[in-house]
């Protein structure tokens, strides 16, 4: 969340912010709402005042007939004030839900546009397969493989969820090893975190729990939801603390499970484990200095291509436009790999800092040496591995004439397998 006041000094750079990103919001109502607002504070305030003067008085009158007069001139006052206190608070829920819809400013070099067409190709990295054969999709080649079944978790659990099994497993598993051994030689402190979480901390995080596009997945009869990615977890871990700032980057990585609606989600680009209800995920989450967050997504990028070179699996590096952003992300960054099957490239990782749109609404602070030197952390998060799509890299990748499938050489020593053979 911005701060109110930035917003209200900055009314053209809120208003054109939002268009860029493709968001509706209603300034005027915004204003409005912050000027009734202010003016209950002021109304609340002089109610107490004048019931303090008036219990002060009463205190001193020793007629008792006098002293009813400001016995009932003091029920008055706290009629009126709790009165005004409803109209406040009232006031201040619409005034937040208005505040909740406005997304982060978005950095100054990050391209303008509605949708991922003007996303900008900033390098691509390693080589593409040249087949001696015509390439198939994972979906193709996992009715040869049966490392993945669809139908089944469609019966059990409905559309777009599947299970892994045989060799689909053992390829979960070692991505995820994979991954943390990366994270841990960086300095990472590595968490496997819970699946769900306050509805307030998703909403902190910038995750929007109602309306028709929420990716999130509520919890009937609890203030609770699914969380769609461990950004949500290690984000939520430090709410109302204070960080020494000694100790900053804290660096975190979390495995979990990440479930999303995929409200809208259609086409040819949505099929098979692209796009699912729920699949795996090693998430990076980064507290910085707010002077060092530009660096720490350089460094997050970074990491992101270190496993994807490891991999060897070609992917380009693309600078997300303002409508790709999301609520909280100030500059993003996404990693997107070659299908081979699908002669497309896909988005396997992402990348953002969020300055302290999030700590802000989270109220994560931290603290130097010298007491002046406090403030909101800045946070930042990306995809380590997200396991359903790296699992079509690799397939499609790593695909053979006869339908087998090469594991690649430094997932080995976790799969204890050179290949996955056609059944």
Same mark, same amino acid.
């Given at each position: 969340?911005?701060?109110l006041?930035?917003?209200?000094e900055n009314?053209?750079?809120?208003?054109?912010n939002?268009r860029?990103?493709?968001?509706?919001i209603d300034y005027?109502?915004?204003e409005?709402l912050? =000027?009734?607002?202010?003016q209950l $504070?002021k109304e609340v305030?002089n109610?107490?005042?004048q019931?303090?003067?008036n219990t002060?008085?009463? =205190?001193?009158?020793k007629?008792e007939?006098?002293?009813?007069?400001?016995i009932?001139?003091?029920q008055s006052? =706290?009629?009126?004030?709790k009165?005004?206190?409803k109209?406040?608070?009232?006031?201040?829920?619409?005034?937040?839900?208005?505040l909740e819809?406005?997304?982060?400013?978005s950095?100054?070099?990050?391209?303008?546009?509605q949708?991922e067409n003007?996303n900008?190709e900033v390098?691509?990295v390693?080589e593409m397969?040249?087949?001696?054969?015509?390439p198939?999709?994972?979906l193709?080649?996992n009715?040869k493989?049966?490392?993945?079944?669809?139908?089944?978790a469609?019966?059990?659990a409905?559309?777009?969820?599947y299970?892994?099994?045989?060799?689909?497993v053992?390829?979960?598993?070692?991505?995820i090893?994979y991954?943390?051994?990366?994270l841990?030689?960086e300095?990472?402190?590595i968490y496997s975190?819970?699946?769900?979480?306050t509805?307030?901390v998703?909403k902190?995080?910038?995750?929007?729990?109602?309306?028709?596009e929420t990716q999130?997945?509520k919890?009937?009869?609890f203030?609770?939801?699914l969380?769609?990615?461990?950004?949500?977890?290690?984000g939520g871990?430090?709410k109302e603390?204070i960080?020494n700032?000694e100790?900053?980057p804290?660096?975190?990585?979390g495995?979990?499970h990440?479930?999303r609606?995929?409200a809208?989600?259609y086409g040819?680009?949505?099929?098979?484990?692209?796009?699912?209800?729920?699949f795996?995920?090693?998430?990076?989450?980064?507290?910085?200095?707010p002077e060092?967050?530009?660096?720490m997504l350089d460094?997050?990028v970074?990491i992101?291509?270190?496993?994807?070179?490891g991999?060897k699996i070609?992917?380009?590096v693309?600078?997300?436009c303002?409508?790709?952003?999301g609520?909280a992300a100030?500059?993003k960054?996404?990693?997107?790999?070659?299908?081979?099957?699908?002669s497309?490239?896909?988005e396997i990782t992402?990348?953002s800092n969020c300055?302290d749109?999030?700590?802000?609404?989270?109220n994560i602070k931290y603290?130097?040496?010298e007491?002046?030197?406090?403030?909101f952390?800045?946070?930042?998060?990306?995809?380590? $591995?997200a396991?359903s799509?790296a699992i079509?890299?690799?397939?499609?990748?790593?695909?053979?004439a006869?339908?087998s499938v090469m594991?690649?050489q430094v997932?080995?020593?976790y799969?204890?397998i050179d290949r996955i053979?056609? =059944?």
């Amino acid at each position: 969340m911005l701060d109110l006041r930035f917003i209200l000094e900055n009314k053209q750079l809120i208003i054109e912010n939002a268009r860029n990103r493709n968001v509706k919001i209603d300034y005027d109502l915004i204003e409005s709402l912050a =000027k009734k607002r202010n003016q209950l $504070i002021k109304e609340v305030d002089n109610l107490r005042h004048q019931i303090n003067l008036n219990t002060a008085e009463f =205190k001193k009158e020793k007629d008792e007939k006098k002293g009813e007069n400001f016995i009932i001139k003091g029920q008055s006052l =706290k009629s009126d004030l709790k009165e005004k206190e409803k109209n406040l608070r009232q006031v201040e829920q619409m005034l937040d839900e208005e505040l909740e819809k406005i997304p982060n400013i978005s950095h100054p070099d990050a391209p303008v546009g509605q949708d991922e067409n003007s996303n900008q190709e900033v390098k691509k990295v390693g080589e593409m397969p040249v087949f001696e054969f015509i390439p198939r999709d994972h979906l193709e080649l996992n009715k040869k493989l049966d490392i993945i079944d669809f139908e089944s978790a469609t019966r059990v659990a409905g559309n777009k969820f599947y299970y892994l099994k045989n060799e689909g497993v053992l390829l979960e598993l070692a991505l995820i090893q994979y991954a943390f051994e990366i994270l841990r030689q960086e300095g990472f402190i590595i968490y496997s975190t819970p699946d769900i979480a306050t509805i307030d901390v998703i909403k902190g995080l910038g995750f929007n729990p109602r309306g028709e596009e929420t990716q999130i997945y509520k919890l009937e009869d609890f203030d609770l939801g699914l969380i769609a990615t461990a950004e949500i977890t290690l984000g939520g871990l430090y709410k109302e603390k204070i960080i020494n700032k000694e100790l900053l980057p804290l660096k975190l990585g979390g495995l979990s499970h990440c479930f999303r609606t995929e409200a809208g989600s259609y086409g040819k680009a949505s099929k098979g484990l692209y796009r699912v209800h729920q699949f795996t995920k090693v998430e990076m989450f980064i507290y910085s200095k707010p002077e060092e967050s530009d660096k720490m997504l350089d460094y997050i990028v970074s990491i992101e291509e270190k496993i994807f070179k490891g991999l060897k699996i070609p992917f380009r590096v693309v600078d997300c436009c303002t409508g790709e952003l999301g609520a909280a992300a100030y500059r993003k960054y996404d990693l997107e790999a070659w299908f081979p099957g699908e002669s497309r490239w896909g988005e396997i990782t992402s990348a953002s800092n969020c300055t302290d749109f999030q700590s802000r609404r989270l109220n994560i602070k931290y603290l130097g040496r010298e007491h002046k030197d406090k403030g909101f952390v800045h946070t930042l998060n990306g995809t380590a $591995i997200a396991i359903s799509r790296a699992i079509i890299a690799i397939l499609e990748n790593y695909q053979q004439a006869d339908g087998s499938v090469m594991i690649p050489q430094v997932l080995r020593k976790y799969t204890d397998i050179d290949r996955i053979s056609p =059944k």
